[in-house]
């Protein structure tokens, strides 16, 4: 059974950073593109960022770029989504995803980011 | 950027059928744009129903179908029930490696 779980998320001040972790199991994690994905509150989905099954290959969305950084350690079985420069609109539930070939969801981890 | 278009909200008799769509700015939604369909009720994370256009899950139930349909892909629902009551969103791959999501359809039944 595939399973998708995350950690790190939490109460960050405005231009802080925070490490969200997301733990993979029931499933070859090292040959599978992982997403992240987060959801405002009320609001819709966003896809922010995926990386290809060895980490040479990854892509952001325009609201991320330069301040989120997506990577993975495949003997881990672990995904990263390191956020720097946090803005009180990043304020989400970030999912992790493994959306190719299926689509799994983790549980999701609240990020709130106020002063 | 590409726009995901879906209708904000739709409503269904139970029993009924409905047809939920999902457009693309850039043009006509293919298969190429691998079309998934998510489901997602109040305090839930998304579950998928459909991948790659019309591929199910285990777990999808019978009465929903995934389809291309006049240039976007649909989502159908046949013999609604109370449970179906939910947010749904699809997601189109496009190049560059991004996924865009629809804005979502918040589906009542009604």
């Known amino acids: 059974e595939v399973q998708l779980v995350e950690s790190g998320g939490g109460l960050v001040q405005p231009g802080g950073s925070l490490r969200l972790s997301c733990a993979a199991s029931?499933?070859?994690?090292?040959?599978?593109?992982m997403d992240w994905v987060r959801q405002a509150p009320g609001k819709g989905l966003v896809w922010v960022s995926r990386i290809n099954s060895d980490g040479s290959y990854i892509s952001y969305a325009d609201s991320v770029k330069g301040r989120f950084t997506i990577s993975r350690d495949n003997d881990r079985n672990t995904l990263y989504l390191q956020m720097n420069s946090l803005r009180a609109d990043d304020t989400a539930v970030y999912y992790c995803a493994r959306v190719y070939d299926g689509g799994y969801w983790g549980q999701g981890t609240l990020v709130t980011v106020s002063s | 950027q590409a726009v995901v278009t879906q209708e904000p909200s739709l409503t269904v008799s139970p029993g009924g059928t409905v047809t939920l769509t999902c457009g693309s700015s850039?043009?006509?939604?293919?298969?190429?744009?691998?079309p998934y369909w998510f489901q997602q009720k109040p305090g839930q994370a998304p579950r998928t129903l459909i991948y790659d256009t019309s591929k199910k899950h285990s777990w999808t139930p019978a009465r929903f179908s995934g389809s291309l349909l006049g240039g976007k892909a649909a989502l159908t629902l046949s013999g609604a029930q109370p449970e179906d009551e939910a947010d749904y969103y699809c997601?189109?791959?496009?190049?560059?490696?991004?996924?865009?999501f629809g804005g979502g359809t918040k589906l009542t039944v009604l």
């Open positions: 997601l189109l791959l496009y190049s560059g490696g991004r996924w865009v």
């Open positions: 029931g499933f070859t994690f090292s040959t599978y593109w």
């Open positions: 850039t043009g006509a939604v293919t298969s190429g744009h691998y």
